[in-house]
């Protein structure tokens, strides 16, 4: 088992930055894939970034160059630094983990969710 909290989502302005963090604990050797999905109002939710065990990175295309996905494993946690932000942004985030138990192409873990608003 898996726990993720995740946090620091705001309301920004148009060009403006965050900083999300999910930290996670329990049986963390597990983690195949971490990840950070996004689900805007009235939209499917969306697989934003995903880091994986050994590092590798992958981002959707609306997110790349602005979005870096990255992981202090000293400190059991993992980040999206948003940056650019645009309306479209707008979304509850979840950071999410997948173990071996989990189905192929999916997570087995999630936090409970943080609010990204941008608006001016």
């Known amino acids: 088992q898996v726990q993720l909290v995740d946090s620091g989502g705001d309301s920004v302005q148009p060009g403006g930055s965050l900083r999300l963090s999910c930290t996670y604990s329990?049986?963390?050797?597990?983690?195949?894939?971490m990840g950070w999905l996004r689900q805007g109002p009235g939209e499917q939710r969306e697989t934003v970034a995903t880091?994986?065990?050994?590092?590798?990175?992958n981002y959707v295309d609306s997110v790349k160059g602005r979005f870096p996905i990255s992981r202090d494993k000293t400190k059991n946690t993992m980040y999206l630094q948003m940056n650019t932000l645009t309306p479209e942004a707008t979304a509850v985030y979840y950071c999410?983990?997948?173990?071996?138990?989990?189905?192929?192409?999916?997570?087995?873990?999630w936090g409970q969710g943080t609010q990204v608003t941008v608006s001016s």
């Open positions: 999410a983990a997948a173990t071996p138990g989990a189905r192929k192409g999916h997570y087995d873990s």
């Open positions: 329990g049986d963390i050797l597990s983690i195949q894939v």
């Open positions: 880091i994986t065990s050994g590092d590798f990175t």
